[in-house]
């Protein structure tokens, strides 16, 4: 069970983190990406961060502004966004894929097979 949290409302400028956990469970043995959806929108993979955490991917919209970690005592992964536009307004998902370290599509869907429910982020100018 993958639950994300820290999601809210910032203005412009501002800043957030979110957190992605796996229930009763860690994530340290599991690659993780963070998708957002936008309404009307398809989910967009963000960034991501694979097993072994020596690999990241960012997505050029969000590179330079947002940063994929790993808390491995926690056995959660976290993606904290600095810099927040209100084009970053959108509900964010981790999905979680146990055991990856390499893929050629790091920020698609597809890639994982467990996701959690989601956190709403809000960007107002």
């Known amino acids: 069970h993958v639950v994300e949290s820290g999601g809210g409302s910032v203005q412009s400028g501002g800043s957030l983190r979110l957190s992605c956990a796996a229930a009763?469970?860690?994530?340290?043995?599991?690659?993780v990406g963070w998708f957002r959806q936008a309404p009307g929108q398809q989910r967009e993979g963000i960034a991501m961060?694979?097993?072994?955490?020596?690999?990241?991917v960012y997505s050029d919209s969000v590179k330079g502004r947002f940063t994929i970690s790993r808390d491995n005592g926690a056995g959660t992964v976290s993606l904290q966004m600095n810099n927040l536009r209100s084009e970053d307004t959108a509900v964010y998902y981790c999905?979680?894929?146990?055991?990856?370290?390499?893929?050629?599509?790091?920020?698609?869907?597809?890639?994982?097979?467990?996701w959690g429910s989601g956190t709403q982020v809000t960007v107002s100018s």
């Open positions: 999905g979680v894929e146990p055991g990856l370290v390499h893929t050629i599509a790091p920020l698609d869907r597809r890639t994982y097979d467990y």
């Open positions: 009763g469970s860690t994530l340290n043995s599991d690659a």
């Open positions: 961060i694979n097993r072994d955490n020596d690999k990241t």
